[in-house]
């Protein structure tokens, strides 16, 4: 598990400490000290992995290790010489190797060498359960020319009338100042900082959820004990060491900490699920008591949910092995089983959701608005995890929530996958659709003619119709977008519908559809004609100058490749327009914003245009250099979440059985022949195996 240890020194002169031998420690190479006249080398079982880095005014000279520790030998004359700042740092365990040189690189550029040290680095795996890297950085600058600076220089101390003061020996009095800052408390807690905000980037891009924290136990109100750094030496020696062995304590006691810390979840849970049953009556009660033990599990509308999906996911791989005489009857039974008792838990959370929302919420959901069964079971359960009323605001934001989570669910049933933009489905309908050609054209199969798919074996016979199967999913997602936009096109412009459903390709409908969430209204024909020039007026002037000063921030700090600031413009960009930016913002409703921010002038617009490049070219990987004139303005984003997609009214629900129903038939009766012969494969294999009399 991913620890903080984050430790700084000084390697003193004063202390008998060599630049030289440390360097020499930390690196596992062998370098020759000038000034003490002997070799440095220490053996070590794992080479580490070092590596030298600069700042840009630095001569090349410093990328040798053995020429850059003894000139500062050279240019360090007290005897008490501070020589170099060391840091002991551990990486994340949960990184690969290419990860956390990775983050090491990126770290050290950005809080050493960006302030003008050399940074020499040297990564220790000696123990793979305590990956640890050591930097040794210099104390003195550089100057533009390449040679060193001055470490301090002298400031007398005036009176007030700018005269020299004098000490009681009759000296003048002066004092020290230093250039840098790199040996003040408030840099060394901004570099505290930095390394578990850089480090938390890493584990966040490469999908760990696991984070770390400068700040101490009590600071952030734990009540664990934290553990000493141990270090290689004591770790071999196990048991004898103090050090080992006061961990092993502190460890003992954190574990007894969460002991309790479950325990008490425990019986928070039971707390819940008292609340959870208040609903219910009597009989029914007994009924889901029933169903929970068959079910191995506390019945609830998350669990019934989840496993729905799991239940789906086993029977769908039962059935593909039972084309070939592989499926395992008992499973199959048990399938049934499960699916007959989740359908009874269903059933039951149905009518208590029904009476929870009716007893509740009936005066509080407008007229207009008829909730479906998964919504209501959804606020149901969000009161009782509150263990509140919702109030209007909640209970609105539970409403919109709800309806995309809903159709997220259901247009993953028929493509079986995530959901993405349309423009990304037609990409995956082409490449299904070049995947089938090829197959076909190898096969050498006409599907009007069943002898030519007789003939193959039972793998490309598989092969060949998840491929079919793969094309058929993918244009019902295809047609599902389409008839959905139509029919909401439908049923907000019945007088221009037929109009704009021919005439308008499917992003500029999605904006249409869009424009309805985003201005709260019917926009007029003429206002939809002018959306992306001359759009309707809604976000204030001064919102508008707040979202083009984090667009530009965003900008310039691409430019300055600081991926912490762009972060940081982003998130307030989120917590500013969370219905423009945030997580279950609707689709297009970027769009829409961008259009109004670009109409107030050039300058803005060419900052949108800046940060839309930008965006897209980090997603795609190649800069896009229209000004965005043409549809790409428009265009559903590919990297858009796939939870935003989901903020498509559950009113096209019906839309779904329609389009399904609508599947070309000459499709369907390629994969309805391919069953068939795959079944009577199986029922062979069985005969010849004696499996079937």
Not at 142 to 147: A, H, L, P, S, V
Not at 568 to 580: A, D, M, N, Q, V
Request: with cysteine.
């Amino acid at each position: 598990m991913a620890i903080y240890h984050f430790s700084c020194g000084n390697i003193s002169r004063g202390e008998g400490q060599s630049a030289t031998a440390a360097a020499a420690y930390r690196s596992g190479e062998s370098l020759y000290s000038e000034r003490y006249g002997k070799t440095n080398y220490y053996e070590r079982e794992v080479k580490p992995d070092a590596f030298i880095l600069k700042p840009e005014n630095a001569p090349d000279w410093v990328l040798d290790r053995e020429r850059l520790w003894n000139e500062v030998e050279k240019v360090e004359k007290a005897k008490n010489a501070r020589l170099a700042k060391h840091f002991d740092i551990a990486l994340p365990i949960e990184l690969s190797h290419d990860q956390q040189r990775e983050l090491v690189i990126e770290f050290c550029k950005e809080n050493f060498c960006d302030l003008g040290m050399v940074a020499d680095v040297a990564i220790h795996r000696d123990d793979e359960n305590n990956p640890h890297f050591h930097v040794m950085t210099t104390t003195r600058p550089f100057n533009d020319d390449g040679t060193w600076a001055s470490k301090s220089k002298k400031e007398y101390i005036l009176d007030k009338d700018g005269n020299f003061t004098y000490t009681k020996s009759g000296h003048k009095r002066s004092r020290k100042i230093e250039p840098v800052d790199w040996n003040s408390k408030e840099r060394l807690m901004s570099w505290r900082k930095s390394w578990a905000d850089k480090a938390n980037e890493f584990l966040s891009k490469n999908g760990h959820e696991i984070r770390i924290s400068e700040k101490s136990n009590e600071e952030r109100g734990i009540d664990r004990k934290p553990t000493i750094h141990e270090g290689y030496k004591a770790r071999k020696m196990g048991e004898k060491s103090e050090r080992v062995q006061y961990n092993k304590n502190v460890k003992e006691y954190n574990d007894n900490l969460i002991k309790i810390s479950e325990y008490k979840k425990e019986i928070k849970q039971v707390k819940e699920i008292e609340k959870i049953t208040r609903n219910f009556s009597p009989k029914e009660k007994k009924q889901l008591a029933i169903l929970s033990k068959e079910l191995k599990t506390f019945v609830n509308f998350d669990f019934v949910q989840k496993k729905e999906k799991q239940l789906a996911h086993w029977e769908r791989s039962e059935l593909f092995k039972s084309q070939f005489g592989l499926e395992n009857k008992e499973n199959l039974s048990k399938i049934n089983n499960q699916k007959e008792l989740v359908s009874k838990a269903e059933s039951l959370l149905k009518k208590e959701a029904d009476r929870f929302v009716n007893s509740h919420y009936k005066d509080a959901i407008p007229n207009d608005v008829k909730l479906s069964n998964y919504q209501k079971q959804y606020i149901t359960d969000l009161s009782v995890k509150r263990n509140k009323i919702l109030d209007q605001n909640e209970l609105k934001e539970a409403i919109f929530d709800s309806e995309n989570k809903e159709f997220y669910s259901s247009i993953n049933k028929i493509t079986r996958d995530s959901f993405t933009s349309y423009s990304n489905f037609k990409k995956t309908l082409e490449r299904n659709e070049k995947m089938l050609e090829k197959l076909v054209k190898e096969y050498d199969v006409d599907f009007k003619n069943p002898k030519t798919i007789e003939k193959l074996d039972a793998e490309d016979l598989n092969k060949l119709k998840t491929a079919t199967i793969r094309v058929n999913n993918t244009k019902n997602a295809l047609k599902f977008i389409e008839g959905y936009y139509e029919s909401k096109i439908e049923e907000l412009y019945p007088e221009h519908a037929k109009e704009l459903n021919e005439k308008m390709p499917i992003h500029e409908k999605e904006i249409v559809v869009a424009s309805h969430e985003y201005y709260g209204r019917v926009l007029q024909k003429n206002e939809l004609m002018r959306l992306k020039d001359n759009p309707p007026v809604k976000y204030s002037d001064e919102d508008k100058s707040y979202a083009i000063l984090k667009l530009k921030g965003y900008g310039l700090n691409h430019e300055n490749k600081n991926k912490l600031g762009k972060s940081e413009c982003i998130e307030e960009l989120k917590g500013k327009f969370p219905e423009i930016f945030g997580a279950y913002a609707k689709p297009g409703m970027e769009q829409l914003f961008f259009s109004e921010l670009s109409s107030v002038s050039k300058e803005y617009k060419e900052i949108v245009d800046k940060y839309l490049a930008v965006t897209r070219s980090e997603y795609s990987g190649s800069t896009i250099k229209d000004d965005l004139t043409n549809e790409d303005y428009y265009v559903m984003s590919n990297n858009r979440k796939t939870a935003n997609i989901g903020g498509l009214l559950a009113g096209g629900f019906s839309t779904i059985n329609k389009t399904l129903n609508e599947l070309d038939y000459a499709e369907r009766d390629k994969i309805n022949e391919m069953n068939r012969l795959q079944a009577k494969a199986a029922r062979r294999n069985r005969r010849n195996s004696g499996l079937e009399r």
